[in-house]
């Protein structure tokens, strides 16, 4: 069952910039379009970045512009850099394939913007 790791999140300031990683071993990641997924307390799980296997991107309107999704297939990880964090940003950050159905999901990596 493939579960990815996802790592890099931390405790920042408003206008901040963190980048993020996600490891999904024992997979042919290039097979895979992958994507960033947050969920803040209270709400639901929501899609906010999005790769193609061909390197295609797509993003929420939220973030439009500011975050930047990535993949290296040889290491097997997918990368969101984000850029001018805001407040309202504060979640745990997941990754996983956009097609159903989902992998397993991992623990996510906790992001904290405030001041």
């Known amino acids: 069952q493939v579960q990815p790791v996802e790592s890099g999140g931390g405790l920042v300031r408003p206008g901040a910039s963190l980048r993020l990683s996600c490891a999904a071993s024992?997979?042919?990641?290039?097979?895979?379009?992958m994507g960033w997924y947050r969920q803040a307390p209270g709400k639901q799980r929501e899609l906010v970045a999005q790769?193609?296997?061909?390197?295609?991107?797509n993003y929420a309107d939220s973030v439009q512009g500011r975050f930047t999704i990535s993949r290296d297939n040889a290491k097997k990880t997918v990368y969101l850099q984000m850029n001018s964090l805001k407040p309202e940003e504060t979640a745990v950050y997941y990754c996983?394939?956009?097609?159903?159905?989902?992998?397993?999901w991992g623990q996510g990596t906790q992001v904290t913007v405030s001041s």
């Open positions: 996983n394939k956009v097609i159903s159905p989902a992998w397993s």
């Open positions: 024992g997979v042919t990641l290039s097979l895979y379009s």
């Open positions: 790769i193609t296997r061909d390197g295609r991107m």
